[in-house]
Protein backbone atom coordinates (compact mmCIF):
# COMPACT_ATOMS: atom_id res chain seq x y z
CA UNK A 1 0.00 0.00 0.00
CA UNK A 2 3.04 2.29 0.18
CA UNK A 3 2.85 2.62 -3.04
CA UNK A 4 -0.01 4.07 -3.19
CA UNK A 5 1.32 7.27 -1.61
CA UNK A 6 3.73 8.24 -4.41
CA UNK A 7 1.14 7.48 -7.40
CA UNK A 8 -1.31 9.82 -5.88
CA UNK A 9 1.41 12.36 -5.23
CA UNK A 10 2.12 11.81 -9.39
CA UNK A 11 -0.82 12.60 -9.94
CA UNK A 12 -1.75 15.51 -7.72
CA UNK A 13 0.97 17.36 -9.29
CA UNK A 14 -0.47 16.89 -12.80
CA UNK A 15 -3.77 18.33 -11.23
CA UNK A 16 -1.95 20.94 -10.35
CA UNK A 17 -0.39 21.31 -14.10
CA UNK A 18 -4.13 21.39 -15.26
CA UNK A 19 -4.95 24.14 -13.03
CA UNK A 20 -2.35 26.31 -13.67
CA UNK A 21 -2.93 25.61 -17.69
CA UNK A 22 -6.75 26.10 -17.32
CA UNK A 23 -6.10 29.29 -15.74
CA UNK A 24 -3.58 30.71 -17.70
CA UNK A 25 -5.89 30.01 -20.84
CA UNK A 26 -8.88 31.39 -19.64
CA UNK A 27 -6.33 34.55 -18.30
CA UNK A 28 -7.40 34.62 -15.11
CA UNK A 29 -5.60 34.61 -11.46
CA UNK A 30 -5.32 30.91 -10.24
CA UNK A 31 -7.59 30.92 -7.29
CA UNK A 32 -7.82 27.52 -5.60
CA UNK A 33 -11.48 27.22 -4.17
CA UNK A 34 -12.97 24.19 -2.21
CA UNK A 35 -14.57 22.91 -5.30
CA UNK A 36 -11.28 23.09 -7.01
CA UNK A 37 -9.32 21.57 -3.84
CA UNK A 38 -11.92 18.85 -3.82
CA UNK A 39 -11.74 17.81 -7.58
CA UNK A 40 -8.10 18.08 -7.28
CA UNK A 41 -8.22 15.33 -4.40
CA UNK A 42 -10.83 13.38 -6.21
CA UNK A 43 -8.48 13.18 -9.56
CA UNK A 44 -5.36 12.07 -7.38
CA UNK A 45 -7.02 9.56 -5.41
CA UNK A 46 -8.99 8.18 -8.17
CA UNK A 47 -5.73 7.84 -10.59
CA UNK A 48 -3.58 7.32 -7.69
CA UNK A 49 -5.48 3.95 -7.19
CA UNK A 50 -5.72 3.54 -10.68
CA UNK A 51 -1.65 2.96 -11.27
CA UNK A 52 -1.51 1.22 -7.71
CA UNK A 53 -3.42 -1.67 -8.61
CA UNK A 54 -2.96 -1.29 -12.82
CA UNK A 55 0.27 0.51 -13.43
CA UNK A 56 0.68 2.92 -15.98
CA UNK A 57 -0.76 0.87 -19.06
CA UNK A 58 -4.00 1.04 -20.96
CA UNK A 59 -6.09 1.56 -17.62
CA UNK A 60 -4.31 4.14 -16.24
CA UNK A 61 -3.40 6.33 -19.99
CA UNK A 62 -7.64 5.81 -20.39
CA UNK A 63 -8.50 6.68 -16.95
CA UNK A 64 -5.74 10.03 -16.98
CA UNK A 65 -6.96 11.21 -20.33
CA UNK A 66 -10.97 10.86 -19.55
CA UNK A 67 -9.88 12.55 -15.76
CA UNK A 68 -7.74 15.40 -17.36
CA UNK A 69 -10.22 16.71 -20.22
CA UNK A 70 -13.05 16.22 -17.49
CA UNK A 71 -10.57 18.21 -15.05
CA UNK A 72 -10.09 21.11 -17.73
CA UNK A 73 -13.92 21.25 -18.62
CA UNK A 74 -14.51 21.86 -15.17
CA UNK A 75 -11.74 24.62 -14.26
CA UNK A 76 -12.16 26.59 -17.57
CA UNK A 77 -15.72 26.19 -17.69
CA UNK A 78 -16.07 25.90 -21.70
CA UNK A 79 -17.32 23.84 -23.95
CA UNK A 80 -16.22 19.94 -23.98
CA UNK A 81 -13.98 20.97 -27.48
CA UNK A 82 -11.74 23.48 -25.62
CA UNK A 83 -11.56 21.26 -22.76
CA UNK A 84 -9.90 18.53 -25.10
CA UNK A 85 -7.82 21.79 -26.78
CA UNK A 86 -6.46 22.49 -23.01
CA UNK A 87 -5.66 18.65 -22.74
CA UNK A 88 -4.09 18.87 -25.89
CA UNK A 89 -2.13 22.03 -24.85
CA UNK A 90 -0.79 20.26 -22.00
CA UNK A 91 0.41 17.25 -24.01
CA UNK A 92 2.51 19.29 -26.00
CA UNK A 93 4.09 21.33 -22.98
CA UNK A 94 4.38 17.87 -21.14
CA UNK A 95 6.78 17.16 -24.19
CA UNK A 96 9.51 18.27 -21.97
CA UNK A 97 9.16 14.92 -19.86
CA UNK A 98 10.92 12.50 -21.79
CA UNK A 99 14.32 14.45 -22.55
CA UNK A 100 14.14 15.34 -18.42
CA UNK A 101 13.83 11.75 -17.84
CA UNK A 102 16.74 10.41 -19.81
CA UNK A 103 18.93 12.69 -18.61
CA UNK A 104 18.12 11.58 -14.81
CA UNK A 105 18.07 7.67 -16.13
CA UNK A 106 21.48 8.36 -17.12
CA UNK A 107 22.35 9.94 -14.10
CA UNK A 108 21.54 6.61 -12.04
CA UNK A 109 17.66 7.24 -11.02
CA UNK A 110 14.92 4.96 -11.77
CA UNK A 111 11.49 3.49 -10.79
CA UNK A 112 9.39 5.83 -8.60
CA UNK A 113 12.27 8.55 -7.29
CA UNK A 114 12.31 9.04 -11.56
CA UNK A 115 8.58 9.67 -12.33
CA UNK A 116 8.51 12.32 -9.10
CA UNK A 117 11.85 14.14 -10.30
CA UNK A 118 10.57 14.16 -13.73
CA UNK A 119 7.02 15.76 -12.47
CA UNK A 120 8.08 18.40 -9.90
CA UNK A 121 10.73 19.75 -12.73
CA UNK A 122 7.58 19.27 -15.43
CA UNK A 123 5.43 21.32 -12.64
CA UNK A 124 8.30 24.34 -12.66
CA UNK A 125 8.72 24.63 -15.75
CA UNK A 126 4.75 25.23 -15.91
CA UNK A 127 4.67 27.38 -13.77
CA UNK A 128 7.73 29.82 -15.51
CA UNK A 129 5.70 29.42 -18.97
CA UNK A 130 2.23 30.29 -17.39
CA UNK A 131 3.94 33.30 -15.92
CA UNK A 132 5.75 34.93 -19.27
CA UNK A 133 3.57 32.64 -22.53
CA UNK A 134 0.40 34.50 -23.85
CA UNK A 135 -1.29 31.06 -23.93
CA UNK A 136 -4.60 32.77 -24.08
CA UNK A 137 -3.85 34.74 -27.34
CA UNK A 138 -2.86 31.12 -28.61
CA UNK A 139 -5.94 29.07 -27.27
CA UNK A 140 -8.04 32.12 -28.34
CA UNK A 141 -6.68 31.92 -31.74
CA UNK A 142 -7.23 28.35 -32.12
CA UNK A 143 -11.33 28.46 -31.18
CA UNK A 144 -11.67 31.47 -33.59
CA UNK A 145 -10.80 29.62 -36.84
CA UNK A 146 -12.22 25.96 -37.23
CA UNK A 147 -9.98 24.59 -39.77
CA UNK A 148 -7.16 25.11 -37.15
CA UNK A 149 -9.47 23.62 -34.50
CA UNK A 150 -10.28 20.65 -36.90
CA UNK A 151 -6.58 20.35 -38.29
CA UNK A 152 -5.55 20.51 -33.67
CA UNK A 153 -8.05 17.98 -33.26
CA UNK A 154 -6.64 15.51 -35.98
CA UNK A 155 -3.37 15.66 -35.01
CA UNK A 156 -4.35 15.16 -31.36
CA UNK A 157 -5.57 11.97 -32.02
CA UNK A 158 -2.96 10.62 -33.96
CA UNK A 159 -0.44 11.52 -31.49
CA UNK A 160 -2.80 9.81 -28.55
CA UNK A 161 -3.50 7.33 -30.66
CA UNK A 162 0.38 6.56 -30.87
CA UNK A 163 0.85 7.29 -27.35
CA UNK A 164 -1.65 4.57 -26.52
CA UNK A 165 0.03 1.73 -28.59
CA UNK A 166 3.34 2.20 -27.32
CA UNK A 167 4.87 1.45 -24.27
CA UNK A 168 6.10 4.40 -22.42
CA UNK A 169 9.76 4.40 -21.99
CA UNK A 170 12.19 7.33 -21.17
CA UNK A 171 14.30 6.28 -23.70
CA UNK A 172 16.24 7.60 -26.88
CA UNK A 173 13.95 5.98 -29.66
CA UNK A 174 10.78 6.96 -27.43
CA UNK A 175 12.25 10.75 -27.60
CA UNK A 176 13.02 10.55 -31.36
CA UNK A 177 9.82 9.16 -32.38
CA UNK A 178 7.73 12.09 -30.40
CA UNK A 179 10.06 14.59 -31.04
CA UNK A 180 9.65 14.32 -34.94
CA UNK A 181 5.91 13.53 -34.34
CA UNK A 182 6.04 17.06 -32.27
CA UNK A 183 7.93 18.77 -35.06
CA UNK A 184 5.73 17.38 -38.13
CA UNK A 185 1.90 19.32 -35.06
CA UNK A 186 4.17 22.34 -34.90
CA UNK A 187 4.99 22.76 -38.64
CA UNK A 188 1.25 21.76 -39.47
CA UNK A 189 0.01 24.65 -37.03
CA UNK A 190 2.13 27.49 -38.05
CA UNK A 191 1.76 26.30 -41.62
CA UNK A 192 -2.11 26.79 -41.38
CA UNK A 193 -1.72 29.82 -38.69
CA UNK A 194 0.21 31.75 -40.96
CA UNK A 195 -2.27 31.42 -44.01
CA UNK A 196 -5.17 32.06 -41.67
CA UNK A 197 -3.11 35.75 -40.54
CA UNK A 198 -2.91 36.69 -44.08
CA UNK A 199 -5.88 36.05 -45.44
CA UNK A 200 -8.41 36.63 -42.47
CA UNK A 201 -6.09 39.53 -40.61
CA UNK A 202 -3.55 40.71 -42.45
CA UNK A 203 -5.56 41.33 -45.73
CA UNK A 204 -8.56 43.01 -43.70
CA UNK A 205 -6.50 44.78 -41.83
CA UNK A 206 -4.64 46.75 -44.67
CA UNK A 207 -7.68 47.10 -46.62
CA UNK A 208 -9.13 48.42 -43.70
CA UNK A 209 -6.43 50.74 -42.98
CA UNK A 210 -6.16 51.88 -46.81
CA UNK A 211 -9.84 52.92 -46.66
CA UNK A 212 -9.58 54.98 -43.34
CA UNK A 213 -6.40 56.86 -44.79
CA UNK A 214 -8.04 57.82 -47.91
CA UNK A 215 -10.86 59.32 -46.44
CA UNK A 216 -8.15 61.69 -44.51
CA UNK A 217 -5.83 62.29 -47.66
CA UNK A 218 -9.15 63.52 -48.94
CA UNK A 219 -9.98 65.90 -45.94
CA UNK A 220 -6.45 66.98 -46.57
CA UNK A 221 -6.74 67.51 -50.15
CA UNK A 222 -9.89 70.21 -49.88
CA UNK A 223 -8.04 71.83 -46.96
CA UNK A 224 -5.23 72.44 -49.44
CA UNK A 225 -7.02 73.23 -52.08
CA UNK A 226 -5.77 70.38 -54.26
CA UNK A 227 -8.77 69.76 -57.09
CA UNK A 228 -6.93 67.24 -58.52
CA UNK A 229 -6.27 65.00 -55.54
CA UNK A 230 -9.60 65.49 -55.01
CA UNK A 231 -11.53 64.18 -57.85
CA UNK A 232 -8.66 61.31 -57.20
CA UNK A 233 -9.37 60.34 -53.96
CA UNK A 234 -13.57 60.38 -54.77
CA UNK A 235 -12.78 58.39 -57.33
CA UNK A 236 -10.55 55.68 -55.46
CA UNK A 237 -13.33 55.90 -52.78
CA UNK A 238 -16.40 54.62 -54.64
CA UNK A 239 -14.12 52.40 -57.23
CA UNK A 240 -12.31 49.97 -54.17
CA UNK A 241 -14.57 50.88 -51.41
CA UNK A 242 -17.98 51.11 -52.80
CA UNK A 243 -18.44 54.66 -51.06
CA UNK A 244 -21.16 56.88 -51.41
CA UNK A 245 -20.26 59.73 -49.35
CA UNK A 246 -22.18 62.83 -49.90
CA UNK A 247 -19.81 65.78 -50.97
CA UNK A 248 -22.13 68.84 -51.34
CA UNK A 249 -20.93 69.98 -47.73
CA UNK A 250 -16.94 70.16 -48.66
CA UNK A 251 -15.55 73.40 -48.99
CA UNK A 252 -12.13 74.02 -50.14
CA UNK A 253 -9.64 75.53 -47.94
CA UNK A 254 -11.84 74.88 -45.02
CA UNK A 255 -10.93 72.44 -41.77
CA UNK A 256 -13.56 72.67 -39.48
CA UNK A 257 -16.50 73.06 -41.67
CA UNK A 258 -14.65 69.82 -43.79
CA UNK A 259 -14.67 67.96 -40.32
CA UNK A 260 -17.98 69.03 -39.81
CA UNK A 261 -19.00 67.36 -43.08
CA UNK A 262 -17.34 64.19 -42.71
CA UNK A 263 -18.99 63.48 -39.81
CA UNK A 264 -22.46 64.67 -41.27
CA UNK A 265 -21.51 61.99 -44.33
CA UNK A 266 -21.22 59.09 -41.42
CA UNK A 267 -24.44 59.78 -40.60
CA UNK A 268 -26.12 58.07 -43.77
CA UNK A 269 -24.56 54.67 -41.85
CA UNK A 270 -25.83 55.15 -38.03
CA UNK A 271 -29.64 54.90 -36.94
CA UNK A 272 -28.88 57.31 -34.42
CA UNK A 273 -28.27 60.84 -34.05
CA UNK A 274 -24.26 62.45 -34.06
CA UNK A 275 -23.96 64.91 -31.57
CA UNK A 276 -20.09 66.63 -32.34
CA UNK A 277 -18.00 69.44 -30.04
CA UNK A 278 -15.04 70.72 -32.74
CA UNK A 279 -12.51 72.95 -31.73
CA UNK A 280 -9.89 73.13 -34.46
CA UNK A 281 -7.98 76.16 -33.48
CA UNK A 282 -4.60 75.29 -35.60
CA UNK A 283 -2.45 72.70 -37.59
CA UNK A 284 -0.77 70.28 -35.32
CA UNK A 285 3.20 70.71 -35.35
CA UNK A 286 3.10 67.00 -35.55
CA UNK A 287 0.23 65.65 -36.51
CA UNK A 288 -1.30 66.02 -39.80
CA UNK A 289 -4.83 66.72 -40.82
CA UNK A 290 -5.70 63.27 -42.84
CA UNK A 291 -4.68 61.04 -39.64
CA UNK A 292 -6.63 63.10 -37.76
CA UNK A 293 -9.31 62.43 -39.75
CA UNK A 294 -8.48 58.69 -39.95
CA UNK A 295 -8.56 58.44 -36.16
CA UNK A 296 -11.89 60.00 -36.15
CA UNK A 297 -12.99 57.64 -38.63
CA UNK A 298 -12.18 54.73 -37.02
CA UNK A 299 -13.54 55.30 -33.96
CA UNK A 300 -16.83 56.78 -35.51
CA UNK A 301 -17.37 53.85 -37.71
CA UNK A 302 -16.48 51.64 -34.48
CA UNK A 303 -19.56 53.71 -32.64
CA UNK A 304 -22.05 53.24 -35.52
CA UNK A 305 -21.11 49.39 -35.63
CA UNK A 306 -22.21 49.23 -31.83
CA UNK A 307 -26.04 49.68 -33.38
CA UNK A 308 -26.64 51.81 -30.29
CA UNK A 309 -29.62 53.63 -29.60
CA UNK A 310 -28.66 56.44 -28.03
CA UNK A 311 -26.63 59.27 -30.16
CA UNK A 312 -23.25 59.29 -30.66
CA UNK A 313 -21.24 61.97 -28.37
CA UNK A 314 -17.75 63.59 -29.97
CA UNK A 315 -15.44 65.66 -29.23
CA UNK A 316 -12.01 66.59 -30.82
CA UNK A 317 -10.14 69.55 -29.97
CA UNK A 318 -6.94 70.14 -31.83
CA UNK A 319 -4.04 72.80 -31.09
CA UNK A 320 -0.55 73.31 -31.95
CA UNK A 321 0.85 70.98 -28.72
CA UNK A 322 -2.36 68.92 -28.11
CA UNK A 323 -4.89 66.80 -29.39
CA UNK A 324 -7.51 65.26 -27.57
CA UNK A 325 -10.68 63.08 -29.81
CA UNK A 326 -12.95 60.95 -27.84
CA UNK A 327 -16.03 59.40 -29.66
CA UNK A 328 -18.60 57.78 -27.29
CA UNK A 329 -21.46 55.46 -27.62
CA UNK A 330 -24.10 53.61 -25.46
CA UNK A 331 -22.74 50.50 -23.95
CA UNK A 332 -24.40 47.93 -22.22
CA UNK A 333 -21.78 45.96 -19.89
CA UNK A 334 -22.19 42.49 -19.70
CA UNK A 335 -18.52 41.15 -19.66
CA UNK A 336 -17.59 40.88 -15.88
CA UNK A 337 -14.10 41.66 -17.07
CA UNK A 338 -16.14 44.53 -19.01
CA UNK A 339 -13.67 47.30 -20.23
CA UNK A 340 -10.14 45.59 -19.28
CA UNK A 341 -11.13 43.41 -22.12
CA UNK A 342 -11.01 45.81 -25.07
CA UNK A 343 -7.45 47.06 -24.77
CA UNK A 344 -5.80 44.43 -22.92
CA UNK A 345 -7.55 40.92 -22.67
CA UNK A 346 -8.74 41.17 -26.37
CA UNK A 347 -6.34 43.38 -27.55
CA UNK A 348 -8.10 46.44 -29.31
CA UNK A 349 -11.50 45.51 -30.17
CA UNK A 350 -15.24 46.53 -28.86
CA UNK A 351 -16.31 43.27 -30.74
CA UNK A 352 -18.00 39.82 -28.71
CA UNK A 353 -15.49 37.50 -27.23
CA UNK A 354 -14.23 35.26 -29.99
CA UNK A 355 -15.15 37.98 -32.70
CA UNK A 356 -12.74 40.20 -34.05
CA UNK A 357 -12.14 44.09 -35.62
CA UNK A 358 -9.74 45.48 -37.52
CA UNK A 359 -10.19 49.48 -37.05
CA UNK A 360 -8.78 49.50 -33.47
CA UNK A 361 -6.05 47.76 -34.15
CA UNK A 362 -5.01 50.00 -36.93
CA UNK A 363 -5.85 52.95 -34.58
CA UNK A 364 -3.37 51.60 -32.11
CA UNK A 365 -0.83 51.06 -34.99
CA UNK A 366 -1.04 54.60 -35.92
CA UNK A 367 -0.89 55.64 -32.40
CA UNK A 368 2.32 54.07 -32.09
CA UNK A 369 3.78 56.11 -35.16
CA UNK A 370 2.71 59.70 -33.53
CA UNK A 371 3.45 58.84 -30.04
CA UNK A 372 -0.23 59.00 -29.21
CA UNK A 373 -2.17 56.78 -26.00
CA UNK A 374 -5.57 55.31 -26.39
CA UNK A 375 -7.76 54.66 -23.67
CA UNK A 376 -11.24 54.49 -22.86
CA UNK A 377 -13.87 55.37 -19.84
CA UNK A 378 -17.26 53.75 -18.66
CA UNK A 379 -20.29 56.38 -17.05
CA UNK A 380 -23.20 57.66 -16.90
CA UNK A 381 -23.84 60.40 -19.65
CA UNK A 382 -26.53 62.75 -18.96
CA UNK A 383 -27.58 63.75 -22.91
CA UNK A 384 -27.95 60.29 -23.75
CA UNK A 385 -29.24 59.15 -20.18
CA UNK A 386 -27.25 55.52 -20.28
CA UNK A 387 -23.87 54.42 -19.52
CA UNK A 388 -21.57 55.29 -22.65
CA UNK A 389 -18.01 53.80 -23.47
CA UNK A 390 -15.91 56.22 -24.64
CA UNK A 391 -12.65 55.40 -27.04
CA UNK A 392 -10.20 58.52 -25.88
CA UNK A 393 -7.13 59.56 -27.66
CA UNK A 394 -4.23 61.96 -26.35
CA UNK A 395 -1.29 63.38 -28.71
CA UNK A 396 0.70 65.43 -26.50
CA UNK A 397 3.58 68.09 -27.84
Known amino acids: MLMLIPWTIINAIDFVMIFLLSNAIVK ?60 ATLWVVAFMQLPFGIIFQLSGIEGMPLFLAVQILTLIVILILCRFLPFNNFFRFMEEHLVLKLMFFILTFICLGAAFYFNFE ?141 PIVIDLGVSLSHIQLSVGNEFKLKDPEGINRILMIDGYTTKKVNQRGYGLTNAHLTLKQVDGEMTTSYNYNQGGKAYYLNMMINIIG
Do not use: C
Open 170 to 310: YDMPYLVFWTGMLTIVLIAIYKTSARIIYLRHTIPLMHNDTYHTTLGLLIKAYQREDVSQVEVLKKELQTNYNSHFEFDGFQLGKTTENIIAFIKSKQANAKVGIKYDIRYRQDHSRVTIDVIIKLLSILLDNAIESKTNK
Open 28 to 87: QKPVLTVKRALLGVVYALTLGTVAFFFGNGYIYRIATTVLGILAFYFIMKKPFSSAFLGY
